[in-house]
């Protein structure tokens, strides 16, 4: 099993920018395709970003084409997410997850692992 921790959260204003990390334990990271996920108070899970193992497909979510860029180093088993030009709806808590199946998939039901999350608000 693979165990995932993100930091790198907190409070940004709108146009702001800020880069979670997700660090796995357990098992390398090259093992999985690797996701970014989100949840807004009272709304469901949506997908953010994903990135194949070797990290040479990444697909994102229309709402975050263009401002978010997904990364990973597999020699320091850490996903990266860095956001900008953020607005008051990414506000939300984001979540990496772990897929043993090498796409980068916006389907959570195809990832295995999931970290607790980091909380991400953007407001003035």
């Known amino acids: 099993q693979v165990q995932l921790v993100e930091s790198g959260g907190g409070l940004v204003q709108p146009g702001g920018s800020l880069r979670l990390s997700c660090a796995a334990s357990g098992r390398t990271i090259s093992l999985y395709a690797m996701g970014w996920f989100r949840q807004a108070p009272g709304k469901g899970r949506e997908f953010v970003a994903g990135i194949s193992r070797s990290g040479g497909t990444s697909n994102y979510a229309d709402s975050v084409k263009g401002r978010f860029t997904i990364s990973r180093d597999n020699a320091k088993n850490t996903v990266f997410l860095q956001m900008a030009s953020l607005k008051p709806e990414d506000t939300a808590v984001y979540s990496c997850?772990?897929?043993?199946?090498?796409?980068?998939?916006?389907?959570?039901?195809?990832?295995?692992?999931w970290g607790q999350g980091t909380q991400v608000t953007v407001s003035s």
């Open positions: 997850a772990a897929c043993v199946i090498d796409r980068a998939s916006g389907d959570e039901h195809l990832y295995d692992y």
